[in-house]
């Protein structure tokens, strides 16, 4: 490693060698006066070089502009018509994360109901983003058109504001993964905190302003040992940074319902699985391992205790996500300023079932005919918790949801769809 010359020690200094010192500072002055020259000359070329060499690579979408590519009539129509109900008393709704699992099932069960729906998603690279583009195409196919846009973009969001007069936001984007806020603090305090306020900010500034549902988590649960979990349950033991913003974003619907009267609910998701799932989810990649042989961790609690998770199939989260903006009101702001009391609800979706995780891997090995290299790990101390279990008794009461699929028709419907799409590990060409 190259060592930077020390300064002199303070107090002694050399005054025997004044023209060393003389030409030292005439190199410094010289070399200093090149690299202005050169770094002057680079922002020229920046700023100045013709139009036709200044295109962003296809790949730097981040660098889109609204003078561009979210601009002209062309798009507008485009945005008008994908969030235009086919119904007169049909809902129009902004999806965020409409390319994610949740995002994609939800804006086609919109869809296909005739409600008009946008989506907005960044696409990014959390996981494999061929499938979100394999999600988009499917969507697009029945009517959905997808902005690809950040959250915090707050030129974006005034711009797809000002095109649809939104009833609704289903707002689901987000980090989403407990073990990689290890690795990536920033990217959930910025989608899941900075991104919810924005979104936010846009709803309660718009009039008349669209009721919000959006996607909290059983992460808030933490570390209760008290099960099932209840939304009276205490939710100040955040076991990991995803839940910790989970909360956090719970908190700032309650302020803005608050101060701005806007329609808020959360719903707190239980282990969502099904087909066109996240890679990042155990039932994904332990069929992904399984598949080609490799060993799969099965994790267990303290002193030989069993990890459980409450597994919910997509399709009736589906049902409890749509029961719950068919039965939300009407924000009660305007101008940005609250008129009345506003409605504020938190509701578990899961499925009441807690399945042990050895439990699942026996499954996956029935319906894949494979049997399974297991290998047993204690829990690491990553943020994951021991077990969830959901008590929906509430979402029961309030939104008619009762989830019908076990885990076995679950995960024989997601490995249907698993060996369609992936032909030895790689993507099918369909």
């Known amino acids: 490693m190259k060592h930077i010359e020390s300064p002199s020690t303070p107090g002694k200094f050399k005054m025997e060698k004044p023209p060393y010192n003389r030409l030292r500072l005439q190199s410094s002055i010289a070399k200093l006066a090149f690299w202005s020259l050169v770094f002057l000359g680079m922002m020229f070329v920046f700023f100045y070089r013709s139009p036709s060499s200044s295109n962003p690579a296809p790949s730097d979408r981040s660098r889109r502009s609204l003078t561009s590519s979210y601009a002209g009539p062309s798009f507008e129509k485009r945005v008008r018509q994908s969030a235009k109900p086919r119904s007169k008393h049909g809902m129009s709704v902004l999806v965020t994360g409409a390319a994610g699992f949740v995002g994609t099932h939800i804006s086609a069960a919109l869809k296909r109901r005739g409600d008009g729906v946008l989506g907005l998603d960044n696409f990014n690279s959390y996981y494999d983003p061929s499938l979100k583009r394999a999600r988009q195409a499917m969507l697009e196919r029945s009517g959905v058109y997808i902005v690809e846009g950040d959250i915090n973009d707050g030129a974006l969001l005034a711009k797809l504001f000002n095109i649809v007069p939104f009833t609704h936001v289903m707002h689901l984007a987000a980090q989403a993964g407990v073990r990689f806020a290890m690795k990536n603090p920033n990217s959930y305090v910025h989608s899941n905190i900075a991104g919810l306020v924005s979104m936010l900010e846009f709803c309660k500034n718009v009039n008349p302003q669209p009721a919000v549902v959006w996607a909290s988590s059983s992460s808030v649960y933490g570390l209760n040992t008290k099960v099932p979990f209840s939304e009276r349950d205490r939710t100040d033991q955040p076991a990991s940074l995803y839940a910790a913003t989970k909360k956090a974003g719970e908190e700032i619907a309650h302020t803005y319902n608050h101060i701005y009267g806007l329609s808020l609910t959360a719903l707190r998701f239980f282990t969502v699985y099904g087909p066109w799932g996240r890679p990042d989810m155990a039932y994904f990649f332990f069929t992904k391992d399984i598949l080609k042989g490799k060993s799969i961790p099965i994790f267990e609690a303290?002193?030989?205790?069993?990890?459980?998770?409450?597994?919910?199939?997509?399709?009736?989260?589906?049902?409890?996500?749509?029961?719950?903006?068919?039965?939300?009101?009407?924000?009660?702001?305007?101008?940005?300023?609250?008129?009345?009391?506003?409605?504020?609800?938190?509701?578990?979706?899961?499925?009441?079932?807690?399945?042990?995780?050895?439990?699942?891997?026996?499954?996956?090995?029935?319906?894949?005919?494979?049997?399974?290299?297991?290998?047993?790990?204690?829990?690491?101390?990553?943020?994951?918790?021991?077990?969830?279990?959901?008590?929906i008794s509430l979402a029961e009461t309030e939104l008619g949801y009762k989830p019908t699929t076990d885990l076995r028709t679950g995960l024989k419907k997601f490995v249907q769809w698993y060996l369609s799409y992936y032909v030895d590990g790689k993507k099918s060409s369909h």
Do not use: W
């Open 302 to 391: 303290p002193n030989h205790g069993t990890v459980a998770r409450d597994f919910t199939y997509i399709e009736d989260i589906v049902k409890g996500c749509l029961a719950a903006l068919d039965t939300t009101e009407k924000s009660t702001g305007s101008g940005g300023k609250k008129k009345g009391k506003a409605q504020l609800r938190v509701y578990n979706l899961g499925n009441t079932s807690p399945v042990p995780v050895g439990d699942l891997v026996s499954i996956l090995e029935k319906l894949l005919k494979v049997k399974a290299k297991r290998l047993v790990m204690k829990l690491p101390r990553n943020g994951d918790v021991p077990f969830t279990h959901a008590n």
